[in-house]
C-alpha cells in the first residue's frame, strides 16, 4: 500500500525536489473498423505491441553517455534483469545501429523515454528508439533503466490503466507537470498521465501500484482512491505482475528440437490467444518459397535464418484485421536451418487455422 517515505522510482529527482518523469512515444493505433468485435480489436491492439517469443533483441548505443561507461552499464544490467526472469527473449548489444531494433540515446535535456515494444521498427535506423535524459546510476536512475526497457518489450504505464479508477485533480496535475524540470505541455500531461488506456492497450485486469511501469506522485494529485491522496510510491523495482506479463508474452525455456515444417503438410496452429507456434524449415532444394497461414485467425508470422548459430529476421507478415491470411515469399537454401514462428492474437469464429510451407 503507500509507503510513507518516496523510494525509488522510475523518475528522477532534480536538484529542486521535483520528479522527472518518461514521456512514452505516442503510439499510432488503427482505429477500430465498424462490425469489428471488440474482442477481437483489442486482442489486435495488444498483440501488435509485443515481439514474437524467441526473438533476439539487439540493441545499440548511439553516442557515448556523457558520465561514460556506467551509464552503458546500467542499462546493460538492466537488460539482464528482465532476462533473468526467465523470459524466452533475448538481448544482444551489437557495434552497428544497422543491426539493432533498439536505438539508444543519452541525449540529455531531453527527457526518458522509448517506443512501446514493435513499434520501434517503424524508426528510421538513424535514429533513437529509447533515450536516457538523466543519471541511471542512482536507485532512481536504475529504475529508470528497467522502466524504459518494459516499454521496449511492449508494457504501457500502469498508472493509465483503466481499472486504476484513479479520479485525478487534472489541473493540480497540469501544473505540476507544466513546470520545471518537466515542463510539459498540456498534450504531453494528458498522453503521459491522464488518459485512461483501452482495454485493448493493457494486459492483466488489475491495477499493480507496485509495478516498474507505474510512476511515483507526490501527494495532492489523486483525488481517490483515498489512500493514494498522499501520493503513490512504487518501489522502483520488477514487481511480481511485472515478472507474470512478460513471462506470458515471452514464456522461457522453450523446447530445443523444434517440430519440422515439411514442404505441402499443413501443421495444425492449435494456439489460444497470445501463444505461439514454432517450427524449424529444413530446405532440401533452394528456390523461391512460400510459407503462409490458413483459417480466420488474426496473426504474425515471423520467418527467421540461422547464421552462426543465432536466428536472424528474414521476413514476417502481420495479416490483424484485415480479411487475408499471413503470407511471405523468399528464396530458402538447401541445407540452411530456418525457424518460422506464428503468434496467435485472435481465433476467429471457426478457431481453426494452419500453416504450411510450399
Ligand atoms: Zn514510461
Known amino acids: 500500500m503507500v509507503q510513507t517515505a518516496p523510494t ?7 536538484s529542486a525536489g521535483t520528479l522527472q518523469y518518461c514521456a512514452l512515444k505516442p503510439r499510432s493505433l488503427p482505429a477500430q473498423p465498424p462490425g469489428m468485435p471488440a ?8 498483440g501488435r505491441s509485443q515481439w514474437v517469443n524467441g526473438t533476439v533483441l539487439h540493441y545499440h548505443f548511439l553516442a557515448s553517455a556523457p558520465g561514460g561507461a556506467e551509464q552503458e552499464q546500467a542499462v546493460r544490467d538492466a537488460f539482464d534483469e528482465w532476462k533473468s526472469v526467465g523470459i524466452g527473449l533475448r538481448f544482444t548489444e551489437v557495434a552497428a545501429a544497422s543491426e539493432a531494433e533498439l536505438r539508444i540515446g543519452f541525449v540529455q535535456g531531453d527527457g526518458s523515454w522509448s517506443y512501446l515494444g514493435r513499434d520501434a521498427l517503424q524508426i528510421s535506423q538513424t535514429e533513437r528508439t529509447m533515450n536516457f535524459g538523466w543519471d541511471l546510476t ?11 526497457i518494459g516499454h521496449a518489450l511492449g508494457m504501457p504505464h500502469e498508472h493509465q490503466n483503466p481499472n486504476a479508477g484513479i479520479v485525478w485533480d487534472e489541473e493540480a496535475v497540469y501544473a505540476y507537470l507544466g513546470g520545471p524540470p518537466n515542463s510539459w505541455d498540456r498534450e504531453k500531461v494528458y498522453q503521459n498521465v491522464l488518459r485512461k488506456l ?4 493493457v494486459t ?6 507496485n509495478s516498474v511501469m507505474e510512476y511515483e506522485f507526490p501527494g495532492g494529485l489523486v483525488i481517490s482512491p483515498e489512500g493514494y ?3 503513490i510510491y512504487p518501489p522502483g523495482t520488477l514487481s511480481d505482475l511485472d515478472r507474470q506479463f512478460v513471462r506470458t508474452w515471452y514464456p522461457g525455456g522453450q523446447a530445443e528440437e523444434l517440430p519440422l515444417l515439411e514442404p505441402f503438410v499443413s501443421m495444425p496452429l492449435d494456439l489460444q490467444p497470445t501463444e505461439q507456434f514454432d517450427a524449424a524449415i ?3 532444394a533452394s528456390r523461391e518459397y512460400s510459407i503462409g497461414t490458413f483459417g480466420e485467425s488474426d496473426v504474425v508470422l515471423v520467418l527467421f535464418e540461422e547464421v552462426d548459430g543465432e536466428l536472424r529476421f528474414l521476413a514476417g507478415d502481420d495479416d490483424s484485421g484485415e480479411d487475408r491470411n499471413a503470407l511471405v515469399k523468399v528464396k530458402l537454401f538447401a541445407g540452411r536451418r530456418y525457424v518460422v514462428r506464428v503468434r496467435l492474437y485472435y481465433a476467429g469464429a471457426s478457431g481453426r487455422s494452419a500453416v504450411m510451407l510450399w
Request: aromatic content about 4%; glycine content about 10%.
Open 8 to 14: 525509488d522510482t522510475d523518475a528522477d529527482r532534480s
Open 39 to 46: 474482442p477481437r480489436y483489442e486482442a489486435i491492439i495488444q
Open 138 to 148: 542512482s536507485m532512481q536512475g536504475r529504475s529508470t533503466a528497467l522502466h524504459e
Open 198 to 201: 483501452s482495454p485493448g492497450e
Open 204 to 209: 492483466g485486469s488489475n491495477w499493480d501500484p
Open 229 to 231: 491522496r498522499e501520493g
Open 282 to 284: 529444413r530446405p532440401d
